[in-house]
C-alpha cells in the first residue's frame, strides 16, 4: 500500500483523460448531460478531481461546444492538496499519537522546511532533515497501518497462502476486515472472475495488482498546489466538501483543516457553521466547520484514509449530506444531561 503513495499518479494528463473519457461516454449516454453530477474521489483524488473539474468548465464554458453540465458539488476525502501542509502533517500526527519521541518530532520541526518539499526521491530537503524524516519512519515501522493507525496490520504472505487453500483470510480489527486489500487481489486474479467481468481479455502477462507503474506519469505534477483551483471551483458557486478520516496518518486531517481555513481565508469566506461536532445515530460521527454556506471542512470520527472503509455509516450520513445540499446534523436529541433532579 505505501507503494502506491510513492507511484502512482497524480497527474496533469490524468484529468486529461478522464475530461475525455467523460465526454466520450456522456455522448454515448446522452441522457445524463443534463443530470445534477457530483464529482468525488479521495487521497490523490485531490489531484485530479479538481483539475477534472477545471478541464470540464474548460470545455463547457466554450461557447463553440454549445454544452453545459449542471455540476453541484465536488467532494474530497483525505486529498492530497498542497505538499506544504499536507506533508508536516504526517509528523505531526506520528508525534500527537505517541508513534514517535518528542525528541525526533523536535528535531523534525527544527532542520525541516516543508515550503520547498518536493514528492520525488531526495524531497529538496537538508540532509539533517531528511535524517530526521528516515528516523521517524523507521521508528512508527512498518507493522503499522499508516492508513488507520488504530487498526492491526495484515500479513499478506499469510493470507495469499491461505486464499491459494481456498481458506477464509479474514482478520477483523475494530470491525474492519483489515485483509482486504489481499483478498481482493486474489479474488480479481480468479480466471473465473475475470472471465465474469470481461476483463483482461487480451491475457496480460502480468498479474492484475492495486497499484501499477505500467503508467508513466510526472513526479513533479505531484509538487502543484491545489489551491488555485480550488478558489476556481467555488468562484464557480459548486459546493466544495474536504473530509477526513481523523485515524489517517497519511494525509492527516491536521493538513487538510489548515488547507481549507487558508482557502476560506483567500476567498473572504465567513464561518457559517462555527467549528463544531456532527451527529450520526446519538454519537459524534466527527467535526466540522463551514465557510460561506459553500466550503465545509468535516472529519470522520474513527474513520481511515478510505472514509468508508472504517466507518461505512457514518460516511454515508456524510454523502447524504452531501449529494442533498444540507449542513450536517449539529444536534442530537435526547440531550446528554437530562433535567436535574429534583
Ligand atoms: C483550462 O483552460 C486554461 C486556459 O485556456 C488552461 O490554461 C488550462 O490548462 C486548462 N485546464 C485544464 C485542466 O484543461
Ligand atoms: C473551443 O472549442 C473548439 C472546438 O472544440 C476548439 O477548437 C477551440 O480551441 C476551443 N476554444 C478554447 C478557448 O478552448
Ligand atoms: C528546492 O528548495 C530551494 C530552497 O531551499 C528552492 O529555491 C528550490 O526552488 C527548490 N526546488 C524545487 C524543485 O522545488
Ligand atoms: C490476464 O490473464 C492471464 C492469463 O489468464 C493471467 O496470467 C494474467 O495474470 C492476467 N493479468 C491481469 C492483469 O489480470
Ligand atoms: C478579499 O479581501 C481582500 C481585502 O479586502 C481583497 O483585496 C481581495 O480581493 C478579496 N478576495 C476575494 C476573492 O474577494
Ligand atoms: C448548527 O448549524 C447551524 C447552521 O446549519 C448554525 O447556524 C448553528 O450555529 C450551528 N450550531 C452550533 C452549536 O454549532
Not at 470491525?175 to 487481489?185: F, L, Q, S, W, Y
Request: charged share 20%; with cysteine.
Amino acid at each position: 500500500m505505501i507503494s502506491c503513495l510513492i507511484f502512482s499518479c497524480i497527474c496533469i494528463s490524468a484529468a486529461r483523460d478522464m475530461v475525455t473519457f467523460m465526454l466520450k461516454w456522456l455522448e454515448k449516454f446522452p441522457t445524463f448531460k443534463s443530470r445534477p453530477l457530483f464529482l468525488t474521489g479521495e487521497s490523490y483524488a485531490g489531484h485530479y478531481i479538481p483539475q477534472l473539474a477545471i478541464g470540464l468548465f474548460n470545455y463547457t464554458n466554450n461557447q463553440s461546444n454549445n454544452f453545459k453540465l449542471n455540476i453541484k458539488g465536488i467532494a474530497l476525502g483525505n486529498p492530497l492538496l498542497h505538499l506544504d501542509k499536507d506533508v508536516p502533517a504526517v509528523y505531526e500526527f506520528f508525534w500527537s499519537h505517541g508513534m514517535i519521541s518528542d525528541e525526533v518530532f523536535d528535531s523534525i520541526t527544527n532542520e525541516c522546511n516543508f515550503d520547498d518539499y518536493v514528492f520525488s526521491n531526495s524531497h529538496n530537503v537538508t540532509k539533517s532533515c531528511m535524517q530526521a524524516l528516515n528516523e521517524a519512519n523507521h521508528i512508527v515501522s512498518n507493522y503499522i497501518n499508516a492508513y488507520d493507525v488504530i487498526l492491526d496490520v495484515c500479513y499478506p504472505s499469510i493470507v495469499e497462502q491461505e486464499l491459494r487453500l481456498r481458506k477464509l483470510a479474514t482478520k477483523m480489527s475494530m470491525g474492519v476486515d483489515v485483509c482486504m486489500t489481499a483478498e481482493r487481489r486474489f479474488y480479481l486474479n480468479l480466471p473465473e472472475v475475470q472471465r465474469a467481468l470481461h476483463a483482461n481479455r487480451t491475457n496480460l502477462p502480468y498479474r492484475w495488482s492495486t497499484c501499477t507503474d505500467m503508467l508513466d506519469y510526472s513526479q513533479e505534477d505531484g509538487d502543484r498546489d491545489m489551491l488555485p483551483l480550488l478558489v476556481e471551483i467555488i468562484k464557480q458557486g459548486i459546493p466544495l466538501w474536504i473530509f477526513s478520516g481523523d485515524q489517517d496518518s497519511v494525509v492527516p486531517l491536521i493538513g487538510s483543516r489548515t488547507l481549507v481555513r487558508e482557502l476560506a481565508q483567500e476567498l473572504n469566506l465567513t464561518t457559517t457553521v462555527p467549528y463544531g461536532t456532527w451527529f450520526h445515530k446519538g454519537q459524534v460521527g466527527g467535526w466540522q466547520v463551514e465557510y460561506g454556506k459553500i466550503l465545509t471542512f468535516a472529519t470522520v470520527r474513527g474513520a481511515s484514509h478510505m472514509v468508508p472503509y472504517a466507518q461505512p455509516a457514518r460516511a454515508l450520513q456524510l454523502f447524504n449530506s452531501f449529494v442533498k445540499g444540507r449542513s450536517l446534523p449539529n444536534t442530537t436529541s435526547p440531550e446528554i444531561s437530562g433535567p436535574p433532579n429534583e
